[in-house]
């Protein structure tokens, strides 16, 4: 089974310019999160989508950021313009629902895209 | 104020050796669950282990255990026998809040131990 994938990997940009980062979750997941660690503190939550639903977007730190989910599948997260301080690593992770019985509920995390903002 | 704490920013252990990595949280909600995470210097974070607040034994997977101290609010990984592969930043992180059919809940991260594993 294929884990979440992300892309790109890495992503060097000027400031104010545009940068969408993707996300694959793994297949049959219906929850979506993405999260993002800056240098030197903690992995932060961004926003978490339930299939194509916003289900919490409390983590997002202005209206820069833009997250869709079309279809409930793939996930993109726009920055626009992008800033100095949105430099880090934005990761994404997915779980499966728990009305499966999935009381854990463990988030899967995929590698990561490590931005870069100059 | 912080609701995971990992006290220990870097860690040195010999091979073959037992280590612990601190975590302690806070929540007033009775249920929440705690995670830890393992990120190699390849950069994906890796699952090991969970333990739940109403279990009633400790977490144990492989060489990973989790030693629950509900009262304390700790949460500490024990790695048994330590490998050069065990080399990474681990991360404890918490969900709170009860089982919520559909939805899930965030995470809460601490800032991360750095293990680094002697040969």
């Known amino acids: 089974e294929a884990g979440v994938t992300q892309f790109p990997s890495h992503s060097v940009i000027e400031k104010g310019q545009t940068v969408t980062l993707r996300c694959d979750p793994i297949s049959g997941h219906d929850n979506l999160y993405w999260y993002r660690r800056v240098m030197g503190k903690e992995i932060k939550f961004l926003l978490h989508f339930v299939k194509e639903s916003k289900q919490d977007e409390s983590g997002m730190p202005n209206n820069r950021f833009l997250a869709e989910r079309t279809g409930g599948t793939y996930s993109t997260l726009k920055v626009q313009p992008a800033e100095l301080e949105d430099s880090g690593v934005y990761f994404c992770a997915s779980s499966q629902d728990r009305r499966e019985g999935f009381n854990q509920e463990t988030q899967y995390f995929g590698p990561g895209t490590r931005l870069l903002v100059l | 104020a912080q609701k995971i704490t990992q006290t220990q920013p870097g860690m040195f252990v010999q091979e073959k050796e037992a280590v612990t990595l601190d975590c302690t949280y806070d929540?007033?909600?009775?249920?929440?669950?705690l995670f830890w995470y393992k990120q190699p210097s390849s950069g994906e974070m890796i699952f090991l282990i969970y333990q739940g607040s109403y279990d009633q034994q400790n977490a144990t997977e492989g060489r990973y255990s989790l030693n629950f101290q509900k009262a304390r609010k700790s949460a500490n990984l024990v790695i048994s026998a330590s490998q050069l592969g065990d080399s990474a930043m681990y991360f404890c992180a918490m969900r709170e809040g009860p089982p919520v059919p559909i939805a899930g809940n965030m995470l809460t991260f601490g800032g991360g131990t750095r293990l680094m594993v002697k040969p």
């Open positions: 929540t007033s909600d009775p249920s929440y669950g």
